[in-house]
Nanobody, 118 residues
């Protein structure tokens, strides 16, 4: 059974940083394309950043709105995916989720709330 558990969110001021973690069980993050998504109130869930599988080169991509500020990474030994978020803006406020991408998604976790105050 696949389980994705996100953590690391919180309340932060504009310009601050957070690092989100996603611990996976039931899947191996190194052989899957993994990504972070977010959903703000009243908006659709959107892709924030993704990383391809190790065999696909571990290529990363990110949404234009977070380029240069957010970085996705993966610790294969811990079967964990991270999202380092720097220079946070109020518009980054959302619930953040991790999941597979470029493929049928796994069951969504609870997500972790990120709130950026101005």
């Amino acid at each position: 059974q696949v389980q994705l558990v996100e953590s690391g969110g919180g309340l932060v001021q504009v310009g601050g940083s957070l690092r989100l973690s996603c611990v996976a069980s039931g899947i191996i993050v190194s052989i899957n394309h993994m990504a972070w998504f977010r959903q703000a109130p009243g908006k659709q869930r959107e892709l924030v950043a993704g990383i391809t599988s190790v065999t696909s080169g571990g290529i990363t991509e990110s949404a234009d709105s977070v380029k240069g500020r957010f970085t996705i990474s993966r610790d294969n030994a811990k079967n964990t995916v991270y999202l380092q978020m720097n220079r946070l803006k109020p518009e980054d406020t959302a619930i953040y989720y991790c999941n597979t991408y470029k493929n049928i998604p796994a069951v969504w976790g609870q997500g972790t709330q990120v709130t950026v105050s101005s």
